[in-house]
């Protein structure tokens, strides 16, 4: 067992450097006033002090080296060390942004030949990278839409989301000034299409969009998509799909032919980049040509055999301006290139089936012991609740919990909203079936217990992690950031 870890801050002190730069007697002071005096407070490590600071930290997490980890809507899947060999070659690691174009054409074509690869998976017409997440993708997206309606002499008001989003959608919307309506899903775990029909058929045309996640987030394929399309089309309004979930169909449909307008990818999730905890994270999003001329700058463009980038307006081109200062975040734009290269489009296309074929192996191993709310094939997840064990007193949260003492990564918990209990599973395409047994045979262990007399052991795990049982809402709205030793 690993003893607690102090903050760095209780390990450092701020005259301590690991790095020693000689005195620069003759350097020119350009800082004028803006120089501070003051010390900024942050600590000096050496370097073995702060490396084992970090790997001690690691090893008290669950990790996706280390286990599975089928967190559903995160696409927790293994990645391939060659992106990482690749991303750290001088070339791509050691330039600096601000460089002369003429000396980074290779770091530009790498950009251009992923955006070429982007746009053929996806069927779209053009591709911003400055987005640095997927909901930073969202929001680059519904702000292209905002600047194409505007442009056309009215933003509209109004941004229909489906009851079964992800959060990070509402949200996006509500930052671009639109305001927010509801449209309830059926109880198959799709779209209404009769209210959404009923909705963009009353009152003024004051949609802007509709987002949709597709594959959706009850892991459900919306059936109903190409209606859905044409109907807001019909109606003058956008169609934004957050794609995300992109694994599950990554090589085998292209969002353009739904009817798609703009949609961002989750490079860090479906194109393979270690993610979590916040980052780092890639979310360039893919337009059609209507909206392309809108998008966000700088553009990168091929000139005969050399490329540039362009950072302001020119003929045809009306961006809203920037999003992000440089070309957004590159070395996992380089990450992506390397697994979509290494793949081939036959092997994304058997990623996405086998990630979707791992996902209903667990939906029929344990279907008859967890609660289906939406029965039927599911996409890249499955989505079980916590109603089969009500009367037992033992819920969703237990068994996450449990989970970690069996050395598994919890699945997604309470996500969906519009599942009581939610229970989200995505195992994805990297797992063996064997891993997948020993996660069937740990959620029946668990699931035995908590219909057996002696449940409330289950309230009490997980044991043997470092942190046992958090009050996380407490942990979450009064953060304690000093360590003390009676924590
Ligand atoms: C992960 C996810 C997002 C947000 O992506 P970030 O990179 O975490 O910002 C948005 N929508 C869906 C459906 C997701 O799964």
């Not at 892991?219 to 109606?235: P, Y």
């Not at 045809?316 to 440089?326: I, Q």
């Not at 002696?454 to 950031?481: H, S, V």
Request: a negative charge; hydrophobic letters at 40%; aromatic letters at 8%.
């Amino acid at each position: 067992m690993i003893a607690e870890e102090p903050l760095l801050f209780e390990i450092g002190s701020e005259d301590k450097t690991a790095v020693d730069f000689p005195p620069q007697p003759d350097a020119k002071d350009c800082l004028g006033t803006c120089r501070k005096n003051t010390k900024i407070g942050l600590p000096g490590l050496s370097e073995p002090e702060t490396m084992r600071h970090y790997t001690r930290l690691s090893q008290m997490n669950i990790f996706e080296d280390s286990a599975f980890y089928p967190l559903g809507s995160c696409t927790m899947k293994y990645n391939p060390r060659v992106n990482e060999k690749l991303a750290a070659l001088p070339g791509f690691s050691e330039i600096h942004p601000f460089q002369p174009q003429n000396t980074v054409q290779g770091a530009l074509e790498a950009i251009y030949t992923l955006s070429n690869l982007l746009t053929e998976i996806t069927g779209m017409k053009a591709v911003s990278f400055s987005p640095a997440a997927g909901a930073h993708g969202e929001l680059c997206g519904m702000m292209t839409i905002r600047a194409a309606l505007t442009h056309k002499g009215n933003p509209k008001e109004v941004v229909l989301i489906p009851e079964s989003a992800h959060g990070t959608n509402p949200a996006t919307a509500a930052m671009c000034g639109y305001r927010i309506e509801t449209i309830p899903v059926n109880n198959h775990g799709l779209v209404d299409i009769q209210a959404l029909q009923k909705r963009l058929s009353e009152g003024e045309k004051n949609v802007a969009a509709f987002m949709l996640t597709n594959p959706n987030t009850c892991g459900l394929f919306e059936r109903n998509i190409i209606t859905i399309a044409n109907m807001l089309h019909e109606a003058g309004a956008f169609f934004y799909m957050d794609g995300a979930n992109f694994n599950a169909i990554m090589g085998l449909v292209k969002p353009a032919d739904f009817g798609v307008d703009a949609m961002h990818i989750n490079l860090h999730k479906t194109f393979s980049t270690p993610h979590g905890g916040g980052g780092p994270g890639a979310g360039p999003v893919v337009f059609n040509a209507e909206l392309a001329p809108f998008r966000p700058l700088p553009w990168i463009e091929k000139d005969g055999d050399s490329y540039r980038l362009l950072e302001t307006n020119e003929e045809s081109m009306h961006s809203f301006g920037r999003m992000k200062a440089f070309n957004g975040q590159f070395s996992i734009l380089i990450r992506a290139l390397a697994y979509i290269l290494s793949m081939g489009l036959p092997g994304l296309r058997q990623a996405a089936e086998d990630a979707v074929l791992n996902a209903n192996y667990l939906r029929v191993k344990l279907q008859d012991i967890l609660h289906l709310p939406f029965p039927g094939t599911c996409m890249h997840e499955v989505l079980f609740d916590d109603s089969s064990l009500t009367e037992t007193g033992i819920n969703t949260l237990d068994i996450a919990k449990s989970l970690i003492d069996k050395g598994d990564h919890p699945m997604t918990i309470y996500f969906p909203l519009i599942v009581h209990g939610a229970i989200l599973i995505e195992p994805t395409e990297t797992e063996s079936k064997r891993v997948l047994d020993e996660f069937v045979a740990a959620i029946k262990d668990i699931v035995a217990k908590a219909k057996s007399e002696n449940n409330q052991d289950l309230k009490q795990t997980p044991l043997k992690a470092f942190r046992k049982r958090l009050d996380e809402t407490t942990a979450a709205r009064q953060p304690i950031l000093v360590h003390t030793d009676d924590l």
